[in-house]
């Protein structure tokens, strides 16, 4: 058994979606990053590559390599989890916590789960995303960024 621990925050910007766990959310800005900036599939993609050994996600999709821009982030999840079960490592769980003031994201969070279980090829049930707010502290309390941070276990 081994576990992993993934983090990432992006800024808000106006002209972008915001792409939260593989969802479309409705919001006025999104985030900025050379992908999609889903910082909750990120924040999962390090937490696996850190349990298996492998580095982190700027190592193997490097936000200076054009392919990558624009990519959708459960594209990426994909390919670490193809490395995973090529390594024979088996996803025991992902738990997930996104950290926002604005939107609200109660209502998005089981979809949320279906689309990284799917993605993982894992049940929806070894997968829980939880939101909470900065109580109006700091960049993610004055609505400047979005959060998220990822506990896997792999066996």
Do not use: Q
């Not at 919001?27 to 696996?48: P, Q, R, T, Y």
């Not at 090829?121 to 979005?146: F, M, Q, R």
């Amino acid at each position: 058994m081994r576990t992993g621990i993934g983090y990432d925050i992006h800024k808000l910007a106006h002209h972008r979606k915001l792409i939260l766990g593989g969802r479309l959310i409705p919001f006025e800005k999104g985030l900025l990053g050379h992908s999609d900036a889903d910082v909750v599939v990120h924040a999962v993609c390090d937490a696996l590559l850190g349990a298996a050994g492998l580095g982190d996600i700027g190592m193997h999709f490097p936000d200076t390599d054009p392919e990558y821009k624009d990519i959708c982030s459960l594209e990426l999840l994909a390919k670490i989890c193809s490395m995973l079960k090529n390594k024979n490592h088996r996803i025991c769980n992902i738990d997930l916590t996104v950290f926002a003031e604005k939107p609200k994201l109660s209502p998005y969070k089981a979809e949320m789960e279906v689309n990284i279980a799917h993605t993982a090829d894992i049940d929806k049930e070894l997968v829980n995303v939880k939101a909470t707010t900065a109580e109006g502290l700091g960049v993610i309390g004055s609505g400047e960024g979005i959060a998220a941070m990822c506990i896997v276990l792999i066996d």
